[in-house]
C-alpha cells in the first residue's frame, strides 16, 4: 500500500520560515519524480516545486522562485520544501505528489502565514 505522509506545516508569520516533509512508503521511491502543489481556498490546486528522481533537477512555480527549496532523500524516501520569506498568499494546504506513470497524492498539511 502506497503512503504519501506531509509533515511540518502550521501558522507562521509573514516573513518567516518552514519545512515540510512527506514521507513515503510502498514505491520505489527513487524512480519517482517528486512535487509539491498547494491548494489555497478558492483556487485551483497548483505546481509550486518539482524535482527529478535523481535529484538533480529541479523546478519552481514563479511565485515562490528564490523563497523555496525542493530536495529529497532518496534513502529516506523522503521529500522536502524549504520555504523562506513567508508570505500571506502563500497560505494554502500543500500537498506531496509522486508520478511514475502513476500518480499518488499525500493527504496535505496546512500552511498559514498571518501576523
Known amino acids: 500500500q502506497v503512503q504519501l505522509v506531509e509533515s511540518g506545516g502550521g501558522l507562521v508569520q509573514p516573513g518567516g520560515s518552514l519545512r515540510l516533509s512527506c514521507e513515503t512508503s510502498g514505491l520505489i521511491f527513487s524512480n519517482y519524480v517528486m512535487s509539491w502543489y498547494r491548494q489555497a481556498p478558492g483556487k485551483e490546486r497548483e505546481l509550486v516545486a518539482i524535482i527529478s528522481s535523481a535529484g538533480d533537477s529541479v523546478n519552481y512555480a514563479d511565485a515562490v522562485k528564490g523563497r523555496f527549496t525542493i530536495s529529497r532523500d532518496n534513502a529516506k524516501e523522503s521529500v522536502y520544501l524549504t520555504m523562506n520569506r513567508l508570505k500571506s498568499e502563500d497560505t494554502a494546504v500543500y500537498y506531496c505528489?509522486?508520478?511514475?506513470?502513476?500518480?499518488?497524492w499525500g493527504q496535505g498539511t496546512q500552511v498559514t502565514v498571518s501576523a
Open positions: 505528489n509522486a508520478k511514475w506513470g502513476i500518480v499518488y
